[in-house]
């Protein structure tokens, strides 16, 4: 009789957590992707300065029209152009590009190829890699298991990693997710207090603590 008790009071556990999950995954994940999108706006920007390709510019900017304006096949078609045959300014930016038209188009499962293969792009700066996997994970946090979000990100929450402090976040809601509120509340309680984290991260955690605690 106790294991029966004890299986109820897991269930209880796992569900109020999935509420938790629903609640405030998508207020941690918009607030996280904003960061991430500056970033990768940033390091697009210097490559395209960086880059004397004026056609490639062009093609790159031509692009970009098209993903303003919901053409998401034919943004995707012309990022994955430019990946392919542009110089190496712009082989990350435009995969990422093309992976966001796929998304915005309502193909998740091409866009996570995308992603997973500029991951393992050796010749790509490791931001735009690092960026990839992170973007996965999120992706995966909503269309695939926990396991897999955390193997996207695994050895991107060690301090210096470019986005350590996204990857700590999406690892503790993948085991809020689980219904493992201790291990989400550990992952989160340390980035509250990390002084490298970035203060809109610090603010989502001490956020979704308090919900954990009220929950």
């Known amino acids: 009789m106790s294991d029966i008790f004890s299986e109820v009071d897991e269930e209880v556990r796992k569900d109020k957590s999935l509420q938790l999950w629903k609640k405030y995954g998508n207020f941690v994940i918009g607030g996280s992707i904003l960061i991430v999108a500056a970033t990768a706006a940033v390091?697009?920007?210097?490559?395209?300065?960086?880059?004397?390709?004026?056609?490639?510019?062009?093609?790159?900017?031509?692009?970009?029209?098209?993903?303003?304006?919901?053409?998401?096949?034919?943004?995707?078609?012309?990022?994955?152009?430019?990946?392919?045959?542009?110089n190496d300014g712009y082989r990350g930016l435009a995969r990422l590009r093309q992976a966001e038209a796929l998304m915005s188009a309502g193909k998740g499962a091409e866009a996570l190829d995308v992603y997973d293969a500029l991951a393992a792009d050796s010749e790509v700066g490791k931001e735009f890699s690092s960026l990839a996997r992170i973007l996965a994970a999120y992706y995966l946090l909503d269309n695939g298991s926990t396991d897999d979000v955390?193997?996207?990100?695994?050895?991107?929450?060690?301090?210096?990693?470019?986005?350590?402090?996204?990857?700590?976040?999406?690892?503790?809601l993948s085991y809020l997710k689980d219904g493992n509120r201790d291990e989400a509340r550990r992952l989160l309680s340390a980035l509250k207090e990390d002084a490298a984290a970035p203060q809109g991260v610090k603010a989502r955690a001490e956020e979704v603590l308090k919900a954990i605690a009220e929950g």
């Open 43 to 86: 390091v697009g920007w210097q490559n395209y300065r960086q880059s004397e390709a004026t056609a490639q510019g062009d093609q790159f900017y031509e692009a970009t029209v098209f993903l303003a304006d919901k053409k998401f096949e034919d943004a995707s078609a012309a990022f994955a152009d430019l990946a392919e045959n542009g």
């Open 150 to 172: 955390r193997s996207r990100v695994e050895g991107l929450t060690e301090p210096g990693s470019v986005f350590f402090a996204s990857a700590q976040e999406i690892v503790a």
